[in-house]
Structure formats: C-alpha cells, structure tokens
C-alpha cells in the first residue's frame, strides 16, 4: 500500500510545514468559535468512521508491523505500534466519552466586579494551533486530533516513521470526518514523518505554531525542549519508583508493586525501579523475586537483593537511571526514608511515584518530600493516566511545572484571557 497523501491530495502531500501551519491556522480560527454541540458532533463522526474503516487502517497498520519486525524493533515498541479491531474500538470510544465531556472553552476561570463598576472574567480560550511530535503509537494520533478539536485547537501531527501507514490511514479518516460534520479537514494535518526536517521546521515555526507538545522517549524530548523556538510543554520520561516502607503491609506491597511493574510493559507510568526498606527487605524481598520471576521480569539488583536469587542481574548505575520500557526493574534495599527519597530525587524523572506504607506520617512525609508530577500512597503507579483521572483521553503527562503538570486533559490544552466590561469607564 501507498501511503495516502497526509492531507488527502497529491498537492498537499508536497506541502511544507509552514503552509501546513497557515492553513492550521485558518481552520483554528473556525474551531475557536464552534459551538459545543458542533465539535461534538464531529468526534462522535471520527469515532463512527475510525469503527467503519477498521479494516483498512489495520491493514495499512500490517506494513508498519511488517516493516518494525524487519528493521529489528523490540516487542515493546512493536506492541506500542499494534492497531486491533478491539484496540481501534477502544480508541473510537475514547472519542466518545471526550465528546459527553464539558467544554472548556468559555468557561470563567474567576470572576468579579471591581470597586469601579468594571465586570472582570477570566476564560478559558483554545491555544491556536498545537504542534504535536510523538513516537510508535498511533493511538496518539486519535487520541491528540479529539483532545485538540474539543478545546477549539488545530493540530499539526508529527509521528513518527515506524507508524507512516497507520498514521496516514487515521488522519485520513479522520479528516473525511470533519469534512462531513462541517468543519475544516485541516483542523489535524499529518506532517512528512519520512525525514527529520518536519519536525525541525515545525520546532521553528514560532508565531504560527503556539505551542508545541513532544511525546517520545528521553532524546526526543530533550531535543524538541533545548532547539524548539515555539514554546514547549514537556511530557517526560517515567523512570517511575515504588517503595515499600518499612511500616507497609507485605501482600498489599507485593500486589501494588507487582501491577506497577507488569500491567503494561511499555507505558510511561510503569515502575522501573523498587526501593524496599531494609527493615522489610528479608519479608518481601523473596516472595516479591519469585513473583517477579513467575511473570518473567527480570530484576537488575543491588548484592542484598541479589545475595536473594541466582536468577538477579548485578545493577549498575544505568540500571537506576533507566526507563527500560519492558519486562526489567531496577531492585534496591534503602536504610530509611530518607535514602529512599534521596534514590528518587537523584534518578526519578518526576513522572510518578509509589510509597506502599501503613505508617500515615511515613505517607505524609513522602508526599511532601518527592517532587514529582504525582505520587501515589498505597496505590499503583499505572493509574497516573487522563483516563483513569476522570478527565478522558489526555494529551499527555507533564513533568513540568509551568502551565500544566501530570495527566494533560481538556483545560490544560487551554490558555485564558480577561474580558473587562463596563459602561464608558473612563481610568482617571
């Protein structure tokens, strides 16, 4: 299969990013004055669509897989890579719930009468144009055009190379979709993914694109955050943690720990790296390797831990500094809270973070000690994630502190501005 213009004509296929912008713009200019039901209406046609041309995205999906396996991708990429009839059903799904959610365009953030008569509020208006750069996963190509339309956004998709088909196959379907609700098909507008100079003028096209979003692994957010001119809310990598305190409750331990690592491999909310305190290791450490073992995980550990199991690799450094993205984890035994704490600030990526404990001021002090986008009591780390916020599909996690931090839903994708009414005011 030929992969599809990105824009659905052979002209527009020969289009560079800058006129690819401009035409965003255009189509954000519509969208910021849509109405609820409109923009609704329109994701629950993309959903309808991406249902009712399953089979050709799944086949335009095969050539990716096809092309992964031979150029050596590992299984976790692979099974990021993978479009299903059930997993493009849930991708439909997520379009739908999106669409019962609010609209937060409009919505006062604050408001006030000042002492002068003058009416004060602020609201929530859509950025503009969104520029998205992304790797492997094509859901992420759904998943962002909803998130953009429902906040009054344009977006300007740049995947990856590995997922050229599927992503080619959704825009595709997605675009003929907001032709049929009435609004522009270049709302979401696919770059070239087939060289690295897309991604380069779209990090430049400062005044055209308002804010740029990266979804990736460490190098490519590091590049887009240290050479973008458009302003960058960073997504960061998830060298997540869990630690078992020494006040913590053995099997709720082995349960919450074993979920972090094993629910999903490849995820940015998986823990890479267990933390378990000395005063429990010799309770946990065995029933906990064995579990790891039976789920075929292999552990990367310090000599305590593996004193425990012929089976433990030796860790290094780059063990503890790792987001492994597969069936791996980092194991070691801390002295106290403290250390656990100081492991975490040195290695963690601020993404997330567990303490399974029975000790309420070993809670408290471990949630306010770890700067992280969120830190989880008792709890597994997976749950860091829009959907399981309550707040739908996300555009992504924010490891950052300026604008937007943890799961990104519908607001975050918003700025605000003020709008002062009065009656001929005049300032003396």
Known sequence: MTPAPANGSPRSQRMNVTEQARRARDAATSLATATRTTKDAALHAMADALVARTPEIVAANAEDLTAGRANGLSEAILDRLALTD????????ALREMAALPDPVGEVVRGSTLPNGLELRQIRVPFGVVGIIYEARPNVTVDAAGICLKSGNAALLRGSSSALHSNTALVAVLRDALTGAGLPADAVQLLDASSRESAKELMRARGLVDVLIPRGGASLIRTVVEESTVPVIETGTGNCHVYVDAAADVEKALAVTLNSKTQ??????????????????AAFLPAMLAAFDDAGVTVHGTPEVAALSDRVVPATEEDFDTEYLSADISVAVVSSLDEAVAHIRRYGTGHTEAIVTDSQRAAREFVARVDSAAVMV????RFTDGGEF???????????KLHARGPMGLPELTSTKYVVTGDGHLRG
């Open 390 to 400: 309550g707040f739908g599909a996300e555009i992504g996690i924010s490891t950052q």
């Open 86 to 93: 059930v997993r493009i059903a849930a991708i439909a799904e």
């Open 264 to 281: 999903r491999l490849s995820t940015c909310n998986t823990a890479e790296s267990l933390l378990v305190h000395a005063d429990i290791a």
């Open 378 to 381: 008792n709890a597994s780390t």
